[in-house]
């Protein structure tokens, strides 16, 4: 038996024989002598790639969500893009190439400029720049782009996101490839179709019809394994298996315990594809939505059109659920290189969050903006993080305030009565929660910096694990408080922090009348069974 170790891309287990999948043969040049048929050829093959891309992004849509299907709506962007239009014809005009030689090699080069980048995300794009230029030179050459059916665990080089979305995913049982990181869009598709996945690892073509196992939560791929191994596999992707059954049943089921106490049960998302995730899992809204991610995948301050859409989308594939997104939590772990956030000895007690956005209103504004704008597609709350004081707050809610008179005055439709309610994840905050109280709309308690600022423990400092207590008697307390003084103000307050996912507390958060629990989407149903477990 051989372990190798390789690169999580998604969690869960695969048992079957490999499967190798050969890379895109690399078309060989012939020279042109009438570039002007070339040119229109390329023309033409732009336009059928186009018609491809639609197609896959529908089945995307049908079977991975929203995000996946946008991967392909980027590809036929990438299509119309300069850069590489431009390049392919300079290389049929003025070195005489054919046109699929052409451009599959202006997809590598620009691959290749991708690929030099320190930023993961964008290095990660080279593989969608490869792709769309094999399919391009796939048309040219008068291939026809094929389902492919492939029982077991596929395992090559690099696996684009087409060719990963065109298998027939009931015969997918898993895929391993030494390209690939947890950004790639190939990633994104594999954990919006549930695949396990691990990258990283050398693949061998002689691997072909082996036995393998692929442990996706581990990174681990076993070939060959020993009859020991594959029982306890077996066993464990049995037990795996009727969990999901067991939990799936909970699917349209109410949150109640056995004593009729009822309390909602919404997911956290850092992404579209969580909002996919989330439906799938029959969360009652989304509790936090985390906006940074445009800000960290973006190469500039994303304009306030860019982030409209991305809230619209949201709320269209949440349709009469509410979506609570919070402001941006830039700083301290989240560092954005374009934004001024200078050097800090203490970034996590530094500007970060509605610090950032106070010293910074035109970027306060811009996000704002936004998402009035999008209240008008669905339910939608805006939460502010990271706050300290009630004049903070004053504060706040004077720009939002203005920023509302701006749309009115412009006659920009938006919700009147979008909720603005406060993170409380700060000692401060819990502890003067009767003041909060009177102000804001709604709590949501973050108990990931709750924990690290009452106990003084840096989250991110592994060496400190044992002093990352949540379960302190402190945090506790702090939790109780705040829900005691949201309620006596008559509002509602819930837990987004990864606490909230514990089901130990499960019945505690009961006890103490917690309104809503937000947890990762696909935590959301192992909730649901242990709030219908407890009294
Ligand atoms: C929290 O602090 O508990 C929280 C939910 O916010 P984040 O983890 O994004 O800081
Ligand atoms: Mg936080």
Redesign the pocket.
């Known amino acids: 038996m051989e372990r190798i170790l390789g690169k999580k891309l998604c969690g869960g287990i695969a048992i079957g024989p490999i499967h190798f999948l050969d890379g895109e043969k690399a078309c060989t040049c012939s020279e042109v002598l009438d570039p002007d048929r070339e040119l229109s050829r390329f023309e033409s093959a732009c336009t059928e790639a186009k018609a491809q891309l639609n197609k896959l992004q529908i089945k995307a849509q049908h079977e991975a969500g929203e995000e996946a299907a946008e991967i392909f709506e980027i590809h036929a962007m990438l299509l119309e893009d300069d850069d590489f239009c431009d390049a392919v014809r300079q290389n049929i005009t003025q070195k005489h190439w054919d046109a699929a030689y052409a451009a599959q090699q202006a997809g590598e080069s620009i691959a290749a400029d991708f690929l030099a980048m320190d930023n993961e995300y964008f290095r990660a794009r080279s593989a969608d720049i490869r792709d769309v230029a094999a399919r391009v030179a796939g048309v040219l050459q008068g291939k026809r782009p094929e389902q492919q059916s492939v029982p077991g665990i596929v395992a090559a080089e690099e696996l684009t996101p087409s060719q990963t979305i065109q298998m027939d995913a009931t015969q997918l049982l898993g895929f391993v490839t030494r390209q690939g990181s947890p950004s790639s869009h190939t990633a994104i598709l594999a954990r919006s179709m549930a695949i396990p996945a691990i990258a990283g690892v050398a693949v061998n073509p002689e691997w072909e019809g082996k036995t393998a196992i692929l442990d996706g939560n581990e990174g681990l791929l076993l070939l060959n394994p020993d009859e020991q191994t594959l029982t306890m596999y077996q066993s464990r992707a049995a037990v795996q298996k009727a969990e999901k059954a067991q939990l799936k049943a909970l699917i349209g089921q109410e949150n109640v315990s056995r004593s009729g106490r009822i309390i909602k049960i919404f997911a956290n998302a850092g992404s579209l594809a969580d909002i996919a995730l989330a439906q799938q899992n029959d969360a009652g809204g989304i509790g936090?939505f985390?906006t940074e991610f445009l800000y960290l995948d973006a190469p500039a301050l994303p304009d306030e059109q860019q982030q409209f859409a991305v809230y619209k989308r949201a709320l269209l594939a949440m349709p009469g659920k509410r979506i609570v997104f919070r402001t941006m939590?830039i700083g301290a772990d989240k560092q954005v290189s374009y934004l001024d956030l200078g050097q800090e000895a203490n970034p996590a007690l530094g500007c970060r969050a509605v610090r950032y956005c106070l010293s910074h209103q035109e970027v306060f504004r811009t996000q704002l903006r936004a998402l009035y704008r999008a209240s008008a597609y669905g339910k939608l709350s805006i939460m502010y993080?990271m706050i300290t004081s009630a004049e903070e707050l004053d504060e706040i809610y004077a720009v939002s305030a203005s920023v509302r008179e701006e749309l009115r005055r412009a006659g920009t439709a938006f919700d009147e009565t979008v909720p603005e309610g406060i993170?409380i994840?700060t000692p401060a905050a819990a502890v003067i929660s009767d003041l909060l109280a009177k102000k804001a709309d709604f709590f949501s308690i973050?108990?990931?910096?709750?924990t690290q600022y009452t106990l003084a423990v840096d989250r991110q400092n592994p060496n400190l694990g044992s002093f990352y207590q949540p379960h302190h008697e402190a945090i506790l307390r702090l939790i109780r408080m705040t829900v005691e003084n949201a309620h006596k103000a008559g509002k509602p307050v819930g837990i987004?922090?990864?606490l909230g996912a514990d089901i130990s507390l499960t019945e505690a958060f009961l006890d103490m009348g917690v309104d809503e629990l937000s947890v990762a989407p696909l935590s959301v149903l192992k909730i649901r069974k242990a709030v219908r477990q407890a009294l």
């Open positions: 936090l985390r939590d993080p993170m994840e973050g108990t990931n910096d709750l987004c922090g990864e």
